[in-house]
């Protein structure tokens, strides 16, 4: 079956030098390759700095990689112009971390889910309300709600209606950046379940970025890890997790042990 | 042995723009011994963050403590002169707080922001001021102490910013440290790092800390007795191995079931749906009556609804605030 997603040796580098004229360079990306099957769940693991929003944002027709292929559906949206690339956009969505930044705190939670819908020009005021009342439903935020403004909702409710707002355009792929990393437990287990409905009514496709190997190891098939701008090592989720080869794997994965003195002795919840 | 803290009967409440009371903590009582860890547990709302602020008379303008009292070393905070509680904060009670890119300031090394916590509690010459302030360094990095105190704060990592918190909390040797989700923005590596850290820190200094967090997992082998709290009350007490594996309360029962196991045995678990805790948390400025987790119990029995349950010994410094256990 061909992949969803296919990213080839993508690069990207950032001008890091003070001068204008300076050729020094960040490399966030220094050739990565993955891909994704339709359907399934890919979680990029890594911390801060391995480059992994930056794939986000690059594989989402956000940042012009400095080269490599980024297939989506058999077509390479990196090579594409801007205006053939919009496109594309409605079909990737993403869902980022904090969504008490990411959402207007002053518009209520209606208007949210109703913006994407602006795009398609076709559409009246009150079909896109429709709609909108139709993705609040989806992400379980009861209709008197809709009305609220973004900061008035609460941390798991915002984080719905980022989903919600996400899903607008029928995308086929959502890119959740962290996106559970900042609720708390009981509302990580809620999203998350939400997210698995979510993948099996509409048949999405996620990666999902995180640097929580627990919750990773719950939803994803496949796990990737990154390191300074390279995959280091991928696979099946449970090879990955049982037999970790790469040593950052391992050392990411010791990190989530409780802190002994001796590694593999302690409670596990 | 004289505990460090006794925090009893406490309540605070919050007033709303349009006048109403919304209660945060409600009779919390609990005990610190010295040096020991204990762990805060609650999520949002729970009123873990306005226990940390009240414990030094932080709240915001809105904020009230209505009553109860909080023994330091013997004497009661709520009671002593401005200046006695100037001296406590920062002095003989450390605070490390969430956001540490938020709480140093961004045009100043971070070496002088220490030196600047030493010179307002102690009076030293600038040698030993200097010196202090290198020690504290070593203490909390390990390797580039120095290079890192002539830093500022955009110039280092988000686990290296905490680091210099720490170093600020305890630059005065305090016998008490309260860090509110100190490592909530930070890495797994990092995060472990620094509860290490907190773990040698304790060893070296006996120091007693209150942790408070939202996350159970970092708790194990870091607390000697957890305290969970739910809608302002304290629901559990106790050890830190006894709640984690056997937890009483419902509540505590219900969270601990929502996380996703470490590195489960039964990959046909994989995507399953997780346990979760039907409802939400209560609204606070509605009045109580009952117990406020009952709505969302599985185990609500008739005489949760008429009245809130107080403590009930259910082990050797083992307490839980439920009806099942009454008697």
Redesign the interface.
Known sequence: MQPLLRVDKLVKHYAAGRSAGSRDKLVALDGVSLSIAPQSTLALIG??GSGKSTLALCIACLEHPTSGSIWFEGIDVAALHENQQRKFRPRIQLVFQDPARSLNPRWTALEIASEPLIVRQDTSKQERENKALELLDCVAIPRRLASQRAHEL??GQKQRLAIARALALEPKLIILDEALSAL???????I??LL?ELQSSFGLTYLFIT?????A???ADQIAVMDRGRIVESGP??NV??SPSHQVTR??L???????ETPGV???? | MTPILEVKNLHVAYSARAGEICPALVGVNFVLGPGEILGVLGESGSGKSTLAASLLQLLPLNGKIQQGEILFEGKDLLRVSPQELRRTRGGRIGLIFQEPSSSLHPTIQVGRQLTDVLSAHESLDRRTLREKTSQLFAAVFPTGAERISRSYPHELSGGQRQRVLIAQAIACRPSLVIADEPTASLDPTTQREILLLFRTLRQKFSLAMIFITHNPSLLTDLADRILVLYAGRVAETGPTAKVLSSPKHPYTEALLQCLPSHLREDQNMRKARLHVIAGDPPNLSLPAKGCLFEPRCTQRMEVCKGSEPPPFTVSELHEVSCFKFAG
């Open positions: 911390e801060s609460s941390g708390d437990c009981s509302v990580q287990a809620q998350s379940n698995l640097h929580d190997f627990a919750m190891a719950h939803l989720a449970e997790l049982r050392s990411l010791a990190a989530t042990l409780p802190i002994t302690g409670l596990e919840l």
